[in-house]
């Protein structure tokens, strides 16, 4: 059987191995994300260049300043809407890399709070008699720690509920302006 430093030692080898695969995945989870709104950030660039070509000729056709307004206000719905989808995409490419790094988080807690009460419970077996308060007082930190994070993902997730619900009634609000807009009554 090992001495209790062996454990240690021990423990805080694998905390590190284990630390430093959780600090490249999530990495790997950021890059991905990264890799997402980029590819949507392009995406969205190539389709507006090419839809404000299309609305360009169009206006520079107008005949009259009415059918120029009529042209350029039936443009607002479809780019609010261009828009909306658009905010939705980046709010699911960020939900999406938020709850990868919550996973990886909360298992990298789970197996280093595993992996310590293990340690404490062998340490334990060999302790001073009198030391069971301390023993019970040190998991009961952990115990708390793991509440306090638990808590923490939750108000990250309302937080996060909260932001695109904000964003889709901007882009509500905006929507309904536009149809109700005295342009959008002059081109009907």
């Excluded at 988080?105 to 789970?110: E, F, L, R, S, V």
């Amino acid at each position: 059987m090992s001495t209790i430093p062996e454990q240690f030692s021990n423990a805080a080898k694998a905390s590190f191995d284990n630390q430093f695969a959780s600090f490249s995945a999530l990495t790997n989870t950021a890059l991905e994300g990264f890799q997402k709104l980029a590819a949507l950030n392009m995406a969205t660039a190539k389709a507006s260049l090419e839809g404000s070509s299309v609305t360009a000729k169009q206006l520079l056709s107008a005949s009259n300043p009415q059918e120029f307004f009529s042209l350029s206000t039936a443009q607002a719905q479809p780019a609010a809407e261009k828009a909306l989808a658009y905010g939705r995409q980046v709010s699911s490419i960020a939900a999406e890399t938020a709850a990868e790094f919550s996973k990886a988080a909360k298992a990298q807690i789970t197996e280093n709070s595993r992996k310590v009460i293990s340690l404490v419970n062998e340490a334990s077996k060999h302790a001073p008699a009198g030391s069971e308060n301390a023993v019970a007082l040190f998991k009961s930190a952990l115990g708390n720690a793991d509440a306090g994070y638990e808590q923490l993902t939750r108000s990250a997730k309302q937080a996060s509920d909260t932001i695109e619900a904000n964003v889709t009634a901007a882009v509500n609000q905006f929507n309904s302006a536009v149809k109700n807009s005295p342009l959008a009554a002059a081109a009907k």
